[in-house]
């Protein structure tokens, strides 16, 4: 019995030494020798709400400072509907090229960039139909923020306020056709904290195992794979804290709810899925995962050629904020 | 006639004559002749001459006939058939005359028989079986069963095996026509020399020399123990990833890739029943509990008739049937398991069982590590929680009717189980408003086979196996996410997630398998399956609760139901002593909503041999296969899931071709075997297919293409002395080419290791210490690596922009498996010693702490702008695993 006692002391021994060995992994610094040649790249989001900018560039070894990346010497033709729309010209101070032109929806647009270094990129996308949206309302409140926390002179804590603004977005799909759509929040005036909407059509089409490490995508993207044809209301927060610096300033919530088109809905995926936080991101670092490329409809090069086409919603909040604010201090 | 008196002298042709003579003693005479090649003339005029007979036969009737015999006997009777014994020449005596005749050959007979280990009456299987006069080899099947064509004169049977004593037994096929033979293992001789133990005739000799088969392994338990493995855990997969010609994928796992293939391209049978899944541990360690293995048979390059399925190997794995002498049991407990093994007869004694049950402790461990983990830290209310365990059994239950007659039930169980998460609790101020969290995930897979079979000699040239089996995999990932926030007690916000993913695939099997020795030159194989199989890829469901109790559901469930048919027939011919014919063919067919695909495999392989040393062989083998694996990831997931051909996809198939040459000289097998593979119709996921939703048919994710692979494998081994084991190394290359994956352009297969070289050795120091060494060295595996970065179309500005450090860079698509590892190698070494009741197994993984680079990741330094400013570079880090492991277990026999 002694003698079993000392094997299972031995052994359990043995196991601690190798459970920490196992867990040690390493890593050092290693020269590739790869000899990898730059490919151009060639990105375009077209939006009626603009004109269309072109971005010309080429890709570069990790390893290496990007510099210089932006093609300049580039002959750019634009198409809309078989017609050329051009011309195409260099913005030195964008960086950018830029075509005179304002998309509409149901335009063919297609371009063409013909590159002495790296040959011609080529691509096209057809820019969707506005969003459909039948109406929208918000409502505002105040809830308790335990992220932010005063200390009283009597030494209780005080928890901070935030002002809510829950907006209800109704649109219609169209029955015709899958159509894509993304959500988002434009706001460039007024402290936002937070911007975010739990609706569960921003489940689609993520795996459930996914789920597990993330359970919506984090641009806010969706097909109309669950509501075909139908009208949907989707909900959506803005959240403010609740101070006095922001007393006073102009307070305006910009959303947009975009239909885009299937390609940008492929690219924007493929950046959910890089970069989001599924099982891939665990996987893929440690060579347990193949590595997810970015989704590209660019010919004889890299980048997307994608288009949107979105209704906006610009509300001022200041209003209600104010009156949050001082209710806010008068219950405190 | 002539009668002709013939004085006697030695041969001069004998290659090794020893005669020996010796006088009769006054009071009994004795007839003593030994020699071996010995011309039967000589023999007989040396009894003659003892007995003091005159004889009378033709002239030159007795030239050229030789004979091995060693005759010590006191009845002229006996001596005089023991001469003549398997010659065709008879006796006859009148008072003190003896008349050599020349008999009528008859035709040949049968005898059919088993050969079992002495005392717990396991078969044997393939043992060798020679008859001393026709000199006919017979080998036993999984059954111990084996069936000759006889000449009708009394023979010798010699039967061997390795690690038993060979055994001779005479037997007269005129007056007997079954045989039970035992042999005793050569260890379980007290105090026999070491010497002793050599067996002069292993079964992969024979198979490397005698057989038509290519690329064609048999292991032993003993094989598998003796080979050194991580956490000294015996595994046969990772015994067979040291034959040449077999990747084994990620370091430490228990990956088979074969001569090109994929994972999913192996068919793994435990007792002729399909395994879908094969691993513990994400593959760390195999289905396969050592202690309950007999043996295996594993197949690389040609395939016989009965197997088909799988594209690239077949490994059928043969389990204990239990000791019909007495009780036997074993516990071992080892770094990261504990097994125990019982076998023994029932009271009756014709029912024998087998059980083994193995389970792992990491949990042991886990469990109470994380407990003090959370007990220590400072905040309390928040805890971890992590353990992963997993468990298997095998179950045999054998009952022998009688010599021709038994009935079988075989169980195994496999259970895997990890769970991990946290919970947390929050509370804030005086008021104790509290936030309670719980993410709780749970991953559980596992394996059921159920068969019942029963084995039946149906003539002496017939033997019939027929079973009925249930086997199934199953795999299920739950997770549960839980907050509720209080506000003095009174719940205001509540959201509870249930995630649960299953999938899982049950087939019912029929199959009849028969052996048919209808000549001495042919053994014919023949059978029949059906399958009916269930398989359910995904089963996805999600609910969603909120402080109402709204609950939003989703549930979504793939069945899909297939049924497949199979037949086959093969022969082995002997078409002349030096050619060895084995052809056959396999016919299957597979419905799957209401699709039906069928397919005819031929098989065929040749064996020529110009000198007893020398085999020079050539085959073709066709597979088909209609089930396969998705995998996202190099790592064995059980999430991974098998899914039948669907919609327009069509069954895979590979045809091969190989070739090699098997020299025998001393103890040694030096072999070359080549091979062209080419395989259409294999799947994967197409490029991009994570982008699709979730709920797009599997069909429209997947790609079909084509792949081949070429190589040679060199070997040369040592299977009888102290010193045993192999030199193997491998030339290959794999490829693979998809209209849907890297833009329809050929990419190498991740596991194309150009060069593999494997030494395995085994040296048997003395009847205590045996010590096993295995050096491995390979080209690095292929990884697909993005060395380039680019501007990406940001989503998250209104306009794109064009500077560097404000435009988000992304990694650049290059191709598939464009960037080689560098060299892996590494050395095992493991050293048993036997005790008086047990056995210590001391182990090194990784003896010289080379830790292989199983990756290269990327080493970003910060955004695009500090790189500018600072002058810092993005870089390359290689990813180490493994370092030196040493493990130690100890099995006690009671």
Not at chain 2, 183 to 206: C, H, K, M, Y
Request: charged residues 20%; proline residues 4%; aromatic residues 12%.
């Amino acid at each position: 019995m002694k003698q079993m006692k000392k094997y299972i002391s031995f052994i359990l021994f043995l196991c601690s030494f190798a459970s920490i060995l196992v867990s040690t992994s390493c890593t050092s610094d290693i020269d590739l020798d790869i000899k990898s040649e730059p490919v151009g790249i060639l990105n375009i989001l077209a939006d009626p709400d603009s004109l269309i900018y072109i971005q010309i560039s080429h890709s570069w070894p990790l390893t290496q400072r990007p510099k210089d990346v932006i093609v300049k010497d580039a002959s750019v033709t634009l198409s809309v509907n078989g017609l050329d729309v051009g011309p195409v010209r260099y913005d030195a101070d964008k960086k950018l090229y830029v075509c005179n032109f304002t998309p509409k929806e149901g335009d063919k647009i297609e371009a063409k960039a013909e590159t002495e270094a790296y040959g011609t990129l080529s691509g096209r996308t057809t820019v969707p139909e506005k969003t459909h949206v039948e109406k929208w309302s918000y409502e505002s409140k105040i809830m308790t923020d335990y992220n932010s926390m005063f200390a009283n002179d009597n030494g209780s804590i005080t928890y901070g306020k935030i002002f809510v603004c829950e907006y209800r977005i109704t649109f219609s799909d169209p029955a015709e056709g899958t159509q894509y759509y993304m959500i988002r929040s434009d706001n460039d005036s007024g402290p936002l904290d937070k911007f975010f909407s739990i609706d569960p059509i921003l489940n689609d089409g993520i795996s459930p195992f996914d789920a597990i490490f993330s359970d919506r995508h984090d641009l806010m993207i969706f097909s109309d794979r669950q509501i075909n044809g139908k009208d949907y209301t989707i909900s959506y927060q803005t959240q403010r804290s609740l101070s006095l610096i922001s007393f006073g300033q102009q307070l305006v919530d910009r959303i947009s709810l975009y239909t885009i088109s299937e390609d940008y809905y492929l690219y924007l995926r493929s950046l959910c899925v890089k970069y989001g936080s599924g099982l891939n991101e665990i996987l893929e670092p440690i060579g347990l995962s193949e590595p997810r490329a970015i989704y590209s409809n660019i010919n004889g090069g890299s980048g997307i050629i994608a288009s949107r086409n979105g209704f906006h919603i610009e509300n001022n909040v200041a209003e209600e904020y104010e009156k949050a604010l001082h209710d806010a201090w008068v219950s405190n | 006639m002539k009668q002709t008196q013939i004085t006697g002298s030695l041969n001069r042709f004998s290659l090794a004559l020893l005669l020996l003579c010796v006088p009769m003693l006054l009071s009994a005479a004795r007839y003593q002749v030994r020699g071996s090649k010995a011309p039967v003339e000589t023999m007989f005029k040396s009894i003659m001459k003892q007995a003091g007979c005159n004889y009378i036969y033709p002239a030159n009737m007795l030239k050229g006939t030789f004979v091995t015999v060693n005759i010590d006997t006191s009845d002229l009777t006996s001596a005089l058939n023991q001469l003549f014994e398997g010659t065709p020449f008879g006796w006859k005596k009148k008072g003190n005359n003896i008349t050599i005749t020349r008999r009528r050959i008859p035709s040949k007979t049968v005898i059919s028989g088993f050969v079992r280990e002495t005392g717990t009456e396991e078969p044997l299987i393939g043992a060798i079986v020679r008859d001393s006069v026709s000199k006919t080899v017979a080998a036993t099947n999984n059954a111990g069963f084996f069936s000759m064509h006889l000449n009708p004169v009394p023979s010798t049977l010699t039967v061997s095996y390795p690690g038993f004593k060979s055994k001779a037994v005479r037997i007269n096929p005129e007056q007997q026509k079954s045989v039970s033979i035992n042999l005793t293992e050569s260890f379980s001789d007290p105090g026999q020399d070491l010497q002793e133990l050599v067996v002069t005739t292993d079964r992969n000799e024979i198979i490397a020399m005698q057989t038509a088969d290519l690329g064609r392994l048999n292991l032993t338990q003993t094989d598998i123990l003796n080979t050194p493995v991580i956490f000294g855990e015996a595994d046969v997969i990772k015994t067979i990833q040291l034959q040449p010609g077999v990747s084994a994928g990620l370091e430490g796992l228990a990956g088979m890739y074969v001569h090109g293939g994929a994972h999913d391209e192996n068919l793994y049978m435990l007792d002729n029943i399909p395994l879908y899944q094969i691993n513990h541990f994400a593959g760390l360690f195999s289905a396969f509990n050592a202690d309950a293995i007999k043996n295996v048979d594993f197949y690389k390059s040609t395939f016989p008739a009965k197997y088909n399925g799988r594209l690239s190997s077949v490994m059928d794995v043969h389990t204990k049937e239990g000791s019909i002498e007495k009780f036997n049991g074993s516990f071992k407990l080892g770094l990261t398991s504990g097994a125990l093994f019982l076998d023994g007869p029932l009271p009756n004694k014709k029912t024998t069982y087998s059980i083994s049950l193995r389970r792992s402790w990491f949990d042991l461990l886990t469990i109470p590590g994380l407990a003090i983990y959370n007990a220590t830290r400072s905040d309390k209310e928040n805890k971890s929680t992590a353990n992963y365990s997993f468990t298997d059994a095998n179950l045999r239950l054998t009952h022998r009717f009688n010599d021709r007659n038994s009935s079988s039930i075989m169980f195994y169980y496999g259970d895997d189980h990890l769970k991990w998460g946290t919970t947390n609790d929050y509370y804030y101020g005086e008021d104790r408003d509290r936030t309670t969290e719980k993410n709780i995930s749970r991953l559980r897979w596992g394996n059921i086979v159920a068969s019942v079979g029963h084995n039946t000699v149906l003539s002496e040239t017939l033997f019939g196996e027929f079973r009925l089996a249930y086997t199934r995999f199953w795999s299920r990932l739950a997770h549960l996410a839980d907050r509720k926030d209080y506000a003095k007690d009174e719940l205001f916000i509540s959201s509870t997630r249930n995630y649960i993913v299953r999938n899982g695939i049950d087939d019912i099997i029929a199959r009849a398998d028969f052996s048919w020795s209808p000549a001495s030159a042919h053994r014919i194989t023949f059978g029949a399956s059906a399958t009916e199989h269930f398989f359910m890829p995904e089963h996805n469901s999600a609910d969603l609760t909120n402080i109402n109790n709204d609950i939003s559901s989703a549930d979504t469930k793939t069945n899909v139901n297939a049924f497949e048919a199979s037949a086959y027939i093969g022969d082995d011919w002997d078409i002349s002593k030096a050619l060895r014919l084995n052809f056959g063919a396999n016919l299957s067919l597979f419905n799957v909503s209401h699709n039906s695909h069928f397919s005819a495999d031929p098989r065929v392989s040749v064996r020529w041999q110009p000198l007893p040393s020398l085999s020079i062989k050539g085959g073709y083998s066709r597979m088909t296969q209609f089930v396969h694996q998705l995998t996202q990831s190099p790592l064995s997931l059980p999430t991974d899931q098998w899914i039948p051909i669907m919609d327009d996809m069509k069954p895979q198939h590979s045809d091969k071709i190989s070739v090699g040459a098997y020299y025998q000289f001393s103890n040694y097998v030096v072999s070359a075997e080549a091979y062209m593979k080419w395989m259409r119709n294999v799947v994967d996921y197409r490029d991009f297919y994570y982008i699709l939703p979730d709920d797009t048919p599997m069909s429209e994710k997947l790609t079909q293409g084509k792949g081949d692979s070429k190589g040679i494998d060199f070997m040369i081994t040592r299977r009888s002395g102290r010193l045993t084991g192999h030199v193997s190394y491998s030339l290959m290359w794999a490829r693979r080419r998809f209209d849907g994956i890297n833009h329809g352009q050929w990419f190498p297969a991740r596991f194309d290791n150009r060069h593999k070289i494997n030494i395995l050795l085994s040296y048997d120091i003395n009847s205590k210490w045996s010590v096993n060494a295995s050096w491995t060295g390979m080209s690095g595996n292929r990884i697909t690596l993005m060395t380039q970065d680019y501007l990406i179309l940001d989503p998250g500005n209104t306009y794109i922009t064009a500077e560097p450090w404000e435009t988000p860079i992304a990694d650049l698509n290059e191709g598939v498996n464009n960037f080689r590892l560098p060299f892996y190698h590494r050395l095992d070494l493991s050293a048993n010693l036997k005790t008086k009741r047990g056995l210590w197994t001391f182990s090194i993984y990784n003896a010289y702490c080379n830790m292989n680079v199983i990756t290269v990741v990327k080493n970003r330094v910060g955004s695009g702008y500090y790189n500018e400013l600072y002058g810092l570079k993005d870089s390359f880090k290689q990813f180490r695993l493994l370092p030196l492991i040493p493990s130690v277990s100890y099995t006690w026999f009671f």
